[in-house]
């Protein structure tokens, strides 16, 4: 094993990748050169573009968090109970990460707008998402959470159940065996949901802006700032699209191979 | 080994299927291909007027492109594909003719604001001063969106502005998305067109005129841009959408004649 040559990679296929990593780099390489560098700070600062990014911050975590507490029991039921329908009720859970945002937006707004089905029980007690930061988060989240579910349910299926069941036989309750054995023994893929839903949440744009509104310092996160300072200001928007790469860049770097590789 | 002649040789092959790519100028089938860029606040008039010049045109196939005046503008400025362009604004169409050149302008329509509040109307809005009530949520256009900016310029001529604009509750992208939010009821009020109230609209939302001495009159120009292919074509459209029949109906759908120039 140790003599295989690690060098032979295919013609073929150094081709193509070199030609996939084109076309991936090479927008992003576009917005580097075309970035106006030299009023860097200026245009951050007039385009709104820091608060975009510390509510970006804000919602982005709530998000992953609120798919995480929500998510992963809803991949532990796919997993692991005998209800049927299981497939049917696994794609409708997933189908967030396939839909274009923009429907979930229209959905969320049917659902729990001022004038949803059940968003007007919220408004008669004073309760109004639309609009607002929660607005931002609960669009975000309904984005994100499949990625949770994705991860997490693989985690479970392939956990050797022995750990578990000789926690049991030794008398542990079904509590603790979950929080000592099942969540330590989760913990990557519990790990790599929430990154990979934070990721997701940073980069939100259809369903918030559907949702939530556009609002500078309320629901404006960075990706609606972007589409906003190009109505006006494209160098604003190529350098506010930057500050998002860097940012999800960082999020998506600090999982390294180990989300990946396993 | 060869990894970077590998790569050398990918370049190669890539840049030759883009030249490759770029070298049709006709579009097949027959038919010419007209790509007209409008905004979004013409979308019901231009479809119209568009299909109806398709059948004065035999073998004639209008396209639009409609959306915010200032988006179409710069997409006009770094992709070039429009023939023709409608703007609702004459600064987006100055930018377009200072940078790509125009021919034919022509101003064709009016328009003009109108406050608009979902049916049942939750906030009571009975004046434009209404909007500046502490409570009222209000959905305006952004600003660089001309209708944003007339409806700003309009509140200003009130001396409303900054009560009203601590009121909105959302910048939208463009007036179809604010028509759109009052119609679900998600906010008490808006600025848009009276033209975005057509008849499919009419009844889903309640209107409130906007007095004379504060309105904001929004002039469209329309003109052919100089890099088309199909300059005889462009130029009958824009006499088609400036003449009569086009006139005809803008009216209809509640837009106000262009001045005598």
Redesign the interface.
């Known amino acids: 094993m140790a003599d295989l040559p690690r060098?032979r990679t295919p013609?073929v296929i150094?081709?193509?990748a070199?030609?996939g990593i084109?076309f991936v780099a090479l927008p992003l390489a576009a917005l580097l050169v075309r970035a106006p560098w030299s009023h860097l700070i200026d245009e951050l600062s007039s385009s709104g573009a820091w608060t975009a990014l510390r509510l970006s911050i804000e919602v982005s975590l709530a998000a992953a968090a609120l798919s995480l507490i929500l998510g992963a029991p809803v991949a532990w039921v796919l997993a692991r109970s005998k209800i049927p329908g299981r497939s049917v009720l696994r794609a409708i859970v997933i189908l967030p990460l396939v839909l274009p945002p923009v429907v979930g937006g229209v959905g969320l707004?049917a659902a729990l707008?001022?004038?949803g089905i059940a968003g007007r029980w919220l408004d008669a007690i004073g309760i109004q998402l639309?609009?607002t930061i929660w607005g931002a988060v609960v669009a975000t989240t309904f984005v994100s959470i499949p990625l949770v579910i994705l991860a997490v349910e693989a985690g479970l299926r392939s956990l050797d159940p022995r750990f578990e069941q000789a926690a049991s036989t030794m008398g542990a309750s079904r509590g603790y065996v979950l929080r000592h054995v099942t969540l330590p023994l989760l913990r990557p893929q519990l790990a790599a949901g929430l990154v990979l839903a934070w990721a997701r949440a940073l980069g939100e744009f259809g369903a918030t802006?559907t949702f939530a509104?556009?609002?500078?310092g309320?629901?404006?996160t960075l990706p609606l700032a972007v589409?906003?300072a190009?109505?006006?200001d494209?160098g604003a928007a190529i350098l506010t699209s930057l500050l998002l790469v860097a940012m999800s860049l960082i999020v998506l770097v600090s999982m390294r191979d180990r989300v990946f590789a396993r | 080994m060869g990894g970077t002649r590998s790569i050398a040789l990918l370049l190669g092959i890539s840049l030759a299927l883009l030249a490759c790519g770029s070298g049709d100028g006709a579009s097949g089938g027959g038919a010419t291909e007209l790509t007209v860029f409008a905004a979004a606040s013409l979308s019901d008039a231009m479809t119209r007027i568009g299909s109806d010049f398709e059948a004065a045109h035999p073998g004639t196939n209008v396209t639009f492109n409609f959306g915010a005046s200032n988006d179409l503008a710069s997409a006009i400025e770094s992709e070039g594909t429009a023939d023709v362009f409608a703007s609702a604004s004459d600064t987006y169409m100055d930018d377009v003719s200072d940078r790509v050149g125009v021919e034919r302008r022509v101003d064709f329509a009016q328009n003009q604001l109108v406050v608009i509040t979902p049916p049942d109307n939750p906030a009571g809005i009975t004046s434009l001063d209404d909007l500046a009530a502490p409570g009222v949520q209000v959905v305006l256009a952004a600003e660089g969106v001309p209708v944003g900016d007339y409806a700003r310029q309009s509140l200003e001529n009130a001396g409303i502005e900054d009560a009203v604009l601590s009121n909105v509750v959302s910048d939208e992208e463009d007036d179809s998305s604010v028509v759109a939010k009052i119609i679900a009821g998600e906010a008490d009020a808006a600025i848009v067109y009276t033209s975005d109230v057509t008849s499919g609209v009419a009844p889903q939302v309640g209107s409130v005129a906007i007095p004379d001495d504060v309105n904001v009159v929004a002039t469209y120009p329309i003109a052919v841009m100089s890099t088309t292919l199909h300059a005889d074509l462009a130029r009958a459209f824009v006499e088609y959408v400036s003449g009569s029949e086009g006139e005809a109906t803008l009216a209809d759908l509640g837009f106000l004649p262009a001045p005598a120039s």
């Open positions: 060098n013609l150094t081709a193509l070199a030609m084109l707004l707008g001022r004038r639309t609009f802006i509104g556009n609002l500078a309320r629901t404006q589409y906003q190009r109505q006006t494209p």
